[in-house]
């Protein structure tokens, strides 16, 4: 039975569903009969069997020659039809606005992909009006262009150009006929034969390349999968960099493919190839803004080249050392998850025709997950080198330091913890370090580290993120060496039983209800066998003075994620030489304690010179700042500071704030002039200001100004404190008066001053002028001050010392009362110097005796009013 107006269900049902009106099926199939509806049913029964065929058509891997074939058999068909001698079928690409065709060439008549661009010559006319041209003189038409309408060694004569239009009424291909048989040329007949069968051709290329295209989306799609699917597992930079370059070459059809890696600091693109053996993997380095790779990197944009050859940016240098040829260039960005370029993936060659449109689609989307899969490798790279860098850093502190996760089990322990419990790291064996990392890790820390205190502050912190300080703690361990003897007896533990060591050193813990009698490890005594407990006798006592300190580690969220256990050994040894180090050079301090701890415990006086130096407006120039920037900014500067007295032989006394104290000719006395070798530290911290500075001064930062003050005498020098809180310091006369000195260099409006005792010692060695002569607040006897300008050794410019002898004559003028003679050279000096502070105090203190003269008495001495 047949069923009347059934017509294509599958097509009405596709209509209908664009005009939301589905429910016409469920009507139409309600009223039919039984007969009629297994009718229908097999109408859309054989429908769905042909989509089906379609369907396997599109994942048939044979699918892309089949638009060559048929491309090849009409053109064979057309020439013979039209007796041509030459016939070329161009099919017309939307994306790229191009015609391309397959020519048979060479002597095996491969297939060659001709692409010409569509507004050239007489086929692109065609393709871009529509219009057909039936040319009886090619070489007299205007349009006709020899390089892209006539085949390379053949003339060209006659020649008919026609349009091919797909079902709904666009332009597919241009067919192309040269030289019709018997020299003749083509007539209208030839035309209208062509257009009798031009209609159906344009439908079956349409729906060839209809094929053709959904069948590349498939296996594009699947590609793009997978390739995702093994970015995706690999943690490793360069495993990722391989995946990309194989999965981007699989995925495009490509022969080559690179991925280059952008590198900021240097301006570079960077990429890992396999050499030509193939054996080794080397690094190649490339300007990121030069070449293909490189106009890519720098603009963000995409290139699709499809002539290497003929685009200025290409350089052919490497395919002519190679020999290898460039056809084709697909170019693309690579971004990470924050839109920032970090790559470049550059395929080379297409193995069929040239990059397309949607190449560059898939590519794109392939480049999105490569950009992600190398940022978490970078990531994940930027992890391990973090860790190893904190590990460097843990190892590198001479604290004992221990982290722990939530349960107090040690995580990580450094080398300086693994000495505090007595390992002897020098004689230690790769296999006993390994043991006692393992004996020590996983292992609550109270286990293995007897100090008192120490589980209840932990967990305190751990629970409550309290941090807890606990002095002078004492730790009590012992240091087994395990004798040959026991290695070798049945009951010895396995990690002794080893011939490759003549010993192994074992950590012992006293028992805490019998401090005589020690555990190994501090673990049951029944693993050890015949070691069982070890009485003081058989083991090496260790004793520590310890600062405890207790930290909790947290994480971004300011939540406790683990423990951090601090142990400072303040051992006398080791106390009295760390101390010796924070304020004077190793060599200083190992003269000093050559002598013996006494030696600085005891009281000296000696002769000294003593330098202060403070940060002018530190206030103002911190404000604006959060206090790790502060400290950043301190340690820095200080930094500087006091490698400028270390190199001049001095001692750090001490940090105040942001002011150091530093004494030349203490504890040790010098060979040297002390008060030239603090003069000389001096005018050094001067010239590590201004470098300092540049950098402040290039950023708009504000600039750092200090004032140092310097003065000589005797003082005493000594520890202060007890033995275990002892602070060395020098005290007298000339430490108040250097304090003073810098103090007053803010009125002066001077960076470095002198006393007359310093001077004394260095007077042939520097250019100075008289500052004035003052009381300090609290004395009686003045003292003589100096401004220090340079070392002698440095020249002065004319200006400088013209303006250095008014100012000498003003004060020798303003000694002798002379104020008005005073006045007239000290404002001589001020048009050379306007803003010299000091030449403006005494022009002001010169007019301030001419209307009001001094008492006899007056010596000329200033007195200060504030400290």
Request: hydrophobic fraction near 40%; proline fraction near 4%.
């Amino acid at each position: 039975m047949t069923l009347s107006n059934a017509g294509s269900v599958l097509a009405t049902l596709t209509q209908l569903t664009q005009l939301n009106r589905t429910s016409v099926l469920t009507h139409r199939v309600k009223d039919l009969s039984l007969p009629e509806f297994i009718c229908l049913l097999d109408f859309i029964t054989a429908e769905f069997q042909q989509f089906l065929r379609a369907l396997e058509m599109i994942n048939h891997e044979a699918l892309e020659t089949m638009l060559e074939q048929v491309m090849e058999a009409f053109t064979l068909k057309i020439g013979q039809l039209l007796q041509a001698e030459r016939t070329t079928i161009f099919l017309v690409d939307g994306d790229k606005d191009q015609l391309w065709a397959k020519i048979p060439s060479g002597e095996d008549n491969a297939a060659k992909e001709v692409r010409i661009p569509l507004n050239v010559g007489l086929a692109g006319h065609v393709a871009t009006t529509g219009e057909s041209l039936n040319i009886t003189e090619a070489y007299n038409h205007p349009l006709f262009n020899p390089e892209v309408d006539e085949s390379p060694g053949y003339h060209t004569n006659s020649l008919l150009c026609m349009p091919i239009v797909s079902s709904n009424k666009k332009i597919v291909a241009v067919v192309q006929l040269l030289n019709k048989a018997g020299g003749v040329p083509f007539d209208e007949e030839d035309e209208q034969r062509f257009r009798d069968f031009a209609a159906s051709i344009g439908i079956i290329l349409e729906t060839c390349q209809s094929f053709y295209m959904a069948a590349r989306s498939q296996r594009g799609a699947a590609a793009l999968l997978k390739a995702t699917q093994y970015l995706g597992q690999s943690l490793d930079l360069e495993a990722t960099l391989r995946l990309v370059m194989d999965q981007a070459r699989e995925l495009m059809q490509a022969d080559r493919s690179t991925l280059f890696m952008l590198s900021k600091d240097n301006g570079e693109l960077w990429s890992k190839v396999a050499t030509a053996d193939g054996k080794e993997i080397v690094e190649i380095r490339i300007s990121a803004n030069r070449g293909i790779a490189g106009y890519v990197a720098s603009t963000g944009q995409p290139l699709n080249i499809a002539d290497a050859y003929k685009d200025p940016r290409f350089d052919p240098t490497t395919d002519k050392k190679t020999g290898y040829v460039t056809r084709n260039i697909l170019c693309m960005p690579v971004f990470n998850s924050g839109g920032e370029l970090i790559g470049v993936t550059q395929l080379i060659n297409k193995n069929q025709g040239s990059f397309s449109t949607s190449d560059e689609e898939f590519m794109r989307a392939f480049n999105i997950q490569a950009g992600i899969a190398l940022e978490n490798a970078k990531l994940f790279e930027n992890v391990l080198i973090e860790k190893q860098y904190q590990k460097d850093i843990l190892q590198s502190l001479s604290d004992a330091v221990i982290s722990t996760d939530m349960q107090g089990r040690i995580v990580t322990i450094n080398d300086a913890a693994l000495g505090l419990l007595g390992c002897p790291l020098q004689q230690l064996t790769n296999r006993n370090r390994q043991l006692w990392e393992e004996k020590l890790t996983n292992r609550y820390v109270w286990e293995v580290v007897p100090i008192e205190h120490l589980q209840v502050r932990l967990q305190d912190s751990l629970t409550t993120g309290a941090k807890h300080y606990i002095p002078e703690q004492n730790l009590m361990v012992g240091l087994f060496q395990c004798p040959l003897e026991e290695i070798e007896t049945p009951n010895t533990p396995p990690y002794c039983q080893s011939h490759d060591d003549t010993h192994l050193y074992l950590l012992a813990i006293p028992k805490s209800d019998d401090p005589k009698t020690y555990s190994l490890w501090n673990e049951n005594h029944d693993n050890y066998g015949s070691l069982g407990y070890l009485s003081k006798q058989q083991v090496q006592p260790i004793e520590r003075s310890i600062n405890l300190t207790v930290n909790p580690l947290t994480n971004p969220q300011g939540m406790v994620r683990g423990g951090l256990v601090v142990l400072e050994d303040i051992s006398r040894e080791k106390r009295l030489k760390t101390t010796m180090y924070r304020y004077m050079t190793p060599e200083v301090a190992d003269e000093v304690l050559a002598l013996g701890e006494d030696a600085l415990m005891q009281g000296s006086k000696k002769d000294v010179t003593i330098l202060f130096s403070d940060i002018r407006g530190y206030t103002t120039l911190t404000e604006n700042l959060g206090a790790s920037e502060v400290v950043s900014l301190l340690n820095k500067y200080f930094e500087t500071m006091v490698e400028s007295v270390f190199e001049h032989k001095g001692t750090l006394d001490k940090f105040i704030g942001d002011a150091l104290m530093a004494v030349f000719g203490a504890p040790l006395a010098l060979k040297e002039n002390h008060g030239w070798m603090a003069v000389q530290s001096a005018l050094d911290m001067r010239w590590r200001l201004a470098k300092f500075n540049e950098p402040r001064m290039r950023n708009r930062q504000p600039l750092i100004h200090i004032g140092i003050g310097i003065s000589s005498g005797e003082v005493v020098s000594g520890n202060i404190g007890s033995h275990k809180r002892m602070d060395y310091t020098v005290i007298g006369d000339g430490v108040n008066l250097s304090a003073r000195l810098e103090s007053i260099t803010k009125e002066y409006g001077c960076d470095i001053i002198i006393s007359e005792y310093t001077y004394n010692l260095c007077r042939y060695n520097v250019w100075v002028r008289e500052l004035d002569k003052i009381r300090v607040k609290g004395k009686n006897q003045a003292v003589s001050i100096y401004h220090l300008i340079q070392d002698i050794d440095t020249p002065l410019n004319d200006n400088t010392h013209k303006f250095l002898d008014l100012y000498a004559k003003g004060r020798q003028a303003y000694m002798n009362r002379d104020f008005s003679m005073a006045s007239i050279y000290f404002e001589q000096a001020y048009q050379l110097e306007p803003n010299d502070k000091p030449v403006l105090i005494h022009i002001e203190r010169a007019k301030h005796y001419q209307n009001n003269p001094p008492p006899d008495y007056w010596d000329g001495v200033h007195t200060m009013t504030r400290k």
